[in-house]
């Protein structure tokens, strides 16, 4: 599980880099033939953490209800992110991951519900969950890197 963490970490750093070189009107564009934007697939790759490790394992996460609905797979941008939003998505990048380390290491993970995804992997153990969502967290990195050309 270290490399798995390394990776996540890694990746998470990446994402808060767009923190940084990128203003709040960037971040909120949503370009020409694209369906969200730069905060969106943040807030995405954050609610899709939560969900794949903890929800499936069948504990309770470390975010609220509405910020799930406003990320979670199928929605789309409904406004323009506020900066304080976009202040508690930029803590939670980090912390979760620091919180997920934890309770790992504390054995908090014992069981796991089986999920198909819906790009049709089969994640039958939380090892699976981890890998899985590395391999998404990618994936939209790739997206915004993509977005960011016209932004």
């Known amino acids: ?3 798995t963490f390394k990776i996540w ?8 880099d767009f923190f940084e070189k990128y203003t709040l009107d960037q971040l909120n564009k949503i370009p020409e033939g694209f369906n969200n934007n730069l905060i969106w697939n943040i807030g995405h790759v954050i609610v899709a953490q939560q969900s794949l490790i903890y929800k499936l394992s069948g504990l309770e996460g470390y975010i609220s209800d509405e910020l799930i609905n406003l990320y979670k797979s ?3 941008p409904t406004g323009q992110t506020t900066e304080s939003e976009v202040k508690e998505l930029k803590e939670l990048l980090i912390s979760l991951i620091e919180k997920t ?8 993970f014992v069981t796991f519900n089986e999920r198909l995804t819906g790009t049709g992997f089969h994640l039958t153990t939380l090892k699976d969950a981890f890998d899985f969502n590395n391999y998404h967290e990618g994936l939209h990195l790739g997206y915004m890197m993509n977005i960011r050309k016209f932004v």
């Not at 970490?9 to 808060?16: D, E, V």
């Open 9 to 16: 970490k890694t990746s998470r750093n990446l994402y808060l």
């Open 1 to 3: 599980m270290n490399s």
């Open 101 to 108: 380390e934890t309770d790992f290491a504390n054995a908090k």
């Open 74 to 76: 199928g929605t789309k």
